[in-house]
């Protein structure tokens, strides 16, 4: 982690001084010297802070994401100009090195605008720039009667950061309007506390499904990141907290499951407490959730923490078909374009956003409702899922030459 770190920051100030060398071919005046070293050195400073600060985060929460919008702001788009100034420079090389051309320093300079605007955009209105994501499934024992059954997915909505009431009620509506059968929840409903979550009750009880509103916990829900006064104390915040799940019309699964019916057929939906690695804690029991469940049974499995699908969902020998997840948020920063998907967080999450396959078994990655940490996103927009489970039609034998 400590090489990746110093490999990171190499990178960014090798495009910090390359950025530099750009902006002094359009404008080598001395004030835009004096202006651009300054911002670098308050930025350092501030880093530097971090650091001997570290021991205090919980109390400088407002300074750390002062720090964080900050690098976003003045390192992010140099990073995007780098690879132009770069080109320049290996024919630069070639060509016996001389003087800059303007207008590659132009090209690159408008480019680091362009990204600044971006993050402007994603600091400001990415918050609630909800984008609604569609995947049909298919599986070849799917019951008939669920062929074609939808499945809406939030996720990671962590209420003790949303303010701005317009905006969630734009993504609440924008659930609801996919009118899907069922509706689930993959857990962070908060950030700590479960008063966090009282103001949106109302708004989050108008969720609807036919088939029914299933929930689990994820690693904020439990209150483990801030000091209590008492067990108690931290006990009774869970119980809220559950009471919750129940007003906004949930029904929250701790390892366990319910059957969905559908004309005289069913598939189970099971639910698991949050299991996680890197130091998250692991209270999730898939073998206790699925006890009383046929081995026969089309199964759905929601798993806030995607690490719980490599490291304990596959290797088990009851088959869950579809595992649903958040908990990475796609790092609220990314790009995503076309087929093309990147963010920081998949250098530590195999499984970061959108849908993957093993051998037939299939997880769903929810990029989360709400934010946290960061106050906003860029790139990796709030997102409304939708899957649809479908039938695998029988196939001819292909080995079958008539």
Same mark, same amino acid.
């Given at each position: 982690?400590?090489?990746?770190?110093?490999?990171?920051?190499?990178?960014?100030?090798?495009?910090?001084?390359?950025?530099?060398?750009?902006?002094?071919?359009?404008?080598?005046?001395?004030?835009? %010297?004096?202006?651009?070293?300054?911002?670098?050195?308050?930025?350092?400073?501030?880093?530097?802070?971090?650091?001997?600060?570290?021991?205090?985060?919980?109390?400088?929460?407002?300074?750390?994401?002062?720090?964080?919008?900050?690098?976003?702001?003045?390192?992010?788009?140099?990073?995007?100009?780098?690879?132009?100034?770069?080109?320049?420079?290996?024919?630069?090389?070639? %060509?016996?090195?001389?003087?800059?051309?303007?207008?590659?320093?132009?090209?690159?300079?408008?480019?680091?605008?362009?990204?600044?605007?971006?993050?402007?955009?994603?600091?400001?209105?990415?918050?609630?720039?909800?984008?609604?994501?569609?995947?049909?499934?298919?599986?070849?024992?799917?019951?008939?009667?669920?062929?074609?059954?939808?499945?809406?997915?939030?996720?990671?909505?962590?209420?003790?950061?949303?303010?701005?009431?317009?905006?969630?009620?734009?993504?609440?509506?924008?659930?609801?309007?996919?009118?899907?059968?069922?509706?689930?929840?993959?857990?962070?409903?908060?950030?700590?506390?479960?008063?966090?979550?009282?103001?949106?009750?109302?708004?989050?009880?108008?969720?609807?499904?036919?088939?029914?509103?299933?929930?689990?916990?994820?690693?904020?829900?439990?209150?483990?990141?801030? %000091?209590?006064?008492?067990?108690?104390?931290?006990?009774?915040?869970?119980?809220?907290?559950?009471?919750?799940?129940?007003?906004?019309?949930?029904?929250?699964?701790?390892?366990?499951?319910?059957?969905?019916?559908?004309?005289?057929?069913?598939?189970?939906?099971?639910?698991?407490?949050?299991?996680?690695?890197?130091?998250?804690?692991?209270?999730?029991?898939?073998?206790?959730?699925?006890?009383?469940?046929?081995?026969?049974?089309?199964?759905?499995?929601?798993?806030?923490?995607?690490?719980?699908?490599?490291?304990?969902?596959?290797?088990?020998?009851?088959?869950?078909?579809?595992?649903?997840?958040?908990?990475?948020?796609?790092?609220?920063?990314?790009?995503?374009?076309?087929?093309?998907?990147?963010?920081?967080?998949?250098?530590?999450?195999?499984?970061?956003?959108?849908?993957?396959?093993?051998?037939? %078994?299939?997880?769903?990655?929810?990029?989360?409702?709400?934010?946290?940490?960061?106050?906003?996103?860029?790139?990796?927009?709030?997102?409304?899922?939708?899957?649809?489970?479908?039938?695998?039609?029988?196939?001819?034998?292909?080995?079958?030459?008539?």
């Amino acid at each position: 982690m400590t090489k990746r770190i110093i490999l990171i920051l190499i990178v960014f100030l090798v495009s910090d001084l390359y950025f530099y060398q750009a902006v002094l071919t359009l404008s080598p005046h001395i004030m835009i %010297r004096v202006g651009y070293w300054s911002i670098d050195l308050l930025l350092v400073i501030g880093l530097i802070s971090l650091t001997f600060l570290r021991k205090l985060h919980h109390k400088m929460q407002r300074f750390i994401q002062v720090m964080i919008t900050a690098i976003l702001l003045v390192c992010i788009p140099k990073l995007f100009s780098f690879p132009i100034l770069l080109a320049e420079d290996i024919t630069r090389i070639v %060509r016996g090195f001389p003087e800059r051309n303007v207008y590659v320093s132009e090209i690159a300079v408008v480019l680091a605008v362009i990204v600044f605007v971006i993050i402007v955009f994603g600091l400001t209105r990415g918050r609630h720039f909800y984008k609604v994501r569609k995947e049909t499934i298919y599986f070849p024992d799917l019951p008939e009667a669920f062929d074609g059954f939808t499945i809406t997915q939030l996720s990671d909505i962590h209420s003790g950061s949303l303010s701005d009431i317009k905006g969630v009620q734009k993504g609440i509506d924008l659930a609801n309007a996919q009118n899907s059968d069922l509706l689930v929840f993959t857990g962070d409903l908060v950030n700590n506390i479960a008063t966090e979550m009282e103001p949106w009750v109302e708004g989050f009880s108008k969720l609807s499904a036919p088939y029914g509103k299933y929930s689990v916990l994820g690693n904020h829900d439990y209150g483990d990141y801030i %000091r209590w006064e008492s067990v108690v104390a931290k006990e009774a915040n869970m119980l809220r907290l559950k009471e919750i799940h129940a007003e906004i019309g949930f029904e929250l699964l701790l390892n366990d499951a319910v059957m969905i019916h559908k004309h005289g057929q069913h598939i189970a939906l099971i639910g698991v407490e949050n299991w996680g690695k890197r130091g998250f804690h692991q209270y999730g029991d898939l073998k206790k959730a699925t006890t009383n469940i046929p081995l026969d049974s089309f199964k759905v499995l929601m798993s806030h923490d995607p690490s719980h699908w490599d490291e304990v969902t596959l290797d088990r020998n009851q088959h869950i078909h579809l595992t649903l997840a958040g908990h990475t948020h796609g790092m609220q920063f990314g790009i995503e374009l076309f087929s093309f998907k990147w963010s920081p967080i998949q250098y530590m999450y195999k499984q970061w956003a959108g849908l993957y396959n093993s051998e037939g %078994r299939y997880l769903y990655v929810n990029r989360g409702f709400g934010y946290h940490g960061l106050k906003g996103r860029i790139g990796v927009w709030p997102e409304v899922t939708v899957l649809t489970l479908k039938r695998t039609p029988l196939n001819l034998d292909v080995s079958d030459p008539t």
